[in-house]
């Protein structure tokens, strides 16, 4: 069967298994050579030197490709690194836009960049088709959208985006953390780049800190690759060894968790303590429509504000047994955030008020766990409050 024809399920399981060059071993063996042996002087080969090229990094970077359908991908040493590689496609000149509303780290990181001037970088809203059009006033060189965004699920319609930034010659990149290629493909919407933090539902077991990036085209791909190799962003031999070894289960377990998240969020909406939920898999969601159209399910990663104060908060997560306070997510354990005094405290009071991120808002990333004992546990630290 052609490759490109595999379902994404088939894609993951298959990668890299039986190559010939390895015993045939079934699985591919880890390969943490930093060198290789050379035929002769003046003959290149595939391996030379693991930052340029590594076999085990090139069996995840082509899995990556297959499942975003891309041109191909380069598999960097986290989330961060993928955006800081991805920026190196920018001159000082060269304006980036960005939602005002991103994860708090990229936020600091384009800011510090810009001041620094990398490129030029506006915050815009990409949420409404007012803020769209006021986004695009001064033509972009390239556009970031992350969909659904962190911490409250606001959805920006890729294909919209990504057709404007065309228009005017911009490259389309997104950060598709929050959902993986099992629920939204943004090369098939029209984006030209996407970015993963693996360290989420890629490998899915918080042991492992990384990054990629798939483009869709070779000349793209070509210019990645280059500042990958050049600049060290590179990840680690085992760290891609062991997103392979995640990646094989990625549907079952993004299956298992959304189903578990909506339950809950089902929950959570209903609840007298409850002031608000965001999840956008929720009829009630302002991007519910937009996310059904775009999205193959609505994932694993919800937020809710309490009634109360940022008191009530600490008192509910102190409640909690099986949802652990912790900053990462998309493993198969469930966690719990509290982004203004964790992830998103880099943005500054101001910038979080203006992204919704109040004091009484968790954002949960939903595990694997039964569904009975996690909403059981929310339910009982609810109670509690
Ligand atoms: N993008 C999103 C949406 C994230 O949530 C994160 C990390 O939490 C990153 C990027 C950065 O990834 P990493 O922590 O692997 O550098």
Same mark, same amino acid.
């Given at each position: 069967m052609d490759k490109k024809n595999r379902k994404r399920r088939t894609c993951v399981v298959q990668a890299g298994?039986?190559? &010939?060059?390895?015993? /045939?071993?079934?699985?591919? +063996?880890?390969?943490?050579?930093? %060198? #290789?042996?050379?035929?002769?002087? !003046?003959?290149?080969?595939?391996?030379?030197?693991?930052? %340029?090229?590594? &076999?085990? /990094?090139?069996?995840?970077?082509?899995?990556?490709?297959? $499942?975003?359908? !891309?041109?191909?991908? =380069?598999v960097t040493a986290s989330g961060m690194a993928a955006l800081t590689l991805i920026v190196h496609l920018l001159n000082p000149e060269?304006?980036?836009?960005? +939602?005002?509303? =991103?994860?708090?780290?990229?936020?600091?990181?384009?800011s510090a960049l810009a001041e620094k001037k990398h490129f030029r970088l506006k915050f815009v809203d990409q949420y409404s088709a007012k803020g769209i059009e006021?986004? #695009?006033?001064? %033509? &972009?060189?390239?556009?970031?959208?992350?969909?659904?965004?962190?911490?409250?699920?606001?959805?920006?319609? @890729?294909?919209?985006?990504?057709?404007?930034?065309?228009?005017?010659?911009?490259? %389309?990149?997104?950060?598709?953390?929050?959902?993986?290629?099992?629920?939204?493909? &943004?090369?098939?919407?029209g984006a030209d780049i996407v970015y993963h933090s693996t360290t989420k539902f890629l490998n899915g077991h918080s042991d492992v800190v990384g990054g990629c990036?798939?483009?869709?085209?070779?000349?793209?791909?070509?210019?990645?690759?280059?500042?990958?190799?050049?600049?060290?962003? @590179?990840?680690? +031999? #085992?760290d891609s060894y062991l997103t392979l070894r995640g990646l094989r289960t990625l549907e079952? /377990?993004?299956?298992?968790a959304q189903e578990n998240a909506l339950a809950i969020a089902q929950m959570l909406e209903s609840h007298p303590k409850v002031s608000k939920v965001y999840y956008p898999g929720l009829p009630s969601h302002a991007g519910h429509? $937009?996310?059904?159209?775009?999205q193959e399910g609505f994932g694993a990663m919800l937020s809710v504000e309490l009634k109360g104060d940022q008191d009530t908060a600490r008192r509910f997560v102190a409640a909690l047994?099986? #949802? /652990?306070?912790?900053?990462?997510?998309? !493993?198969?354990?469930?966690?719990?955030?509290? +982004?203004?005094?964790?992830?998103?405290?880099?943005m500054g009071p101001e910038a979080r008020e203006k992204a919704g991120v109040t004091d009484q808002l968790l954002r949960l990333s939903v595990g694997i766990e039964h569904i009975e004992d996690l909403l059981s546990d929310l339910r009982g630290a609810l109670a509690a409050v």
């Open positions: 298994l039986g190559d &010939p060059v390895n015993y /045939r071993a079934v699985i591919p +063996p880890l390969c943490l050579s930093s %060198t #290789f042996q050379m035929d002769e002087i !003046g003959k290149k080969a595939v391996h030379e030197y693991s930052r %340029t090229r590594n &076999p085990t /990094r090139d069996h995840l970077a082509q899995a990556m490709a297959e $499942i975003e359908k !891309g041109y191909g991908a =380069c060269d304006l980036l836009i960005a +939602p005002y509303d =991103c994860y708090g780290r990229s936020y600091r990181m384009l006021e986004a #695009f006033s001064e %033509t &972009p060189k390239m556009v970031l959208i992350e969909t659904p965004s962190n911490p409250v699920m606001r959805i920006a319609d @890729i294909k919209a985006i990504a057709a404007k930034a065309k228009a005017c010659g911009a490259l %389309t990149v997104v950060d598709n953390t929050f959902l993986s290629p099992m629920l939204q493909q &943004p090369l098939t919407l990036v798939v483009t869709n085209t070779k000349e793209l791909w070509d210019q990645l690759d280059f500042w990958a190799n050049s600049l060290g962003l @590179i990840g680690a +031999p #085992f079952l /377990r993004v299956h298992r429509t $937009i996310a059904a159209s775009q047994n099986l #949802f /652990r306070l912790a900053q990462s997510l998309g !493993g198969t354990e469930s966690l719990i955030n509290h +982004p203004a005094s964790m992830t998103h405290v880099s």
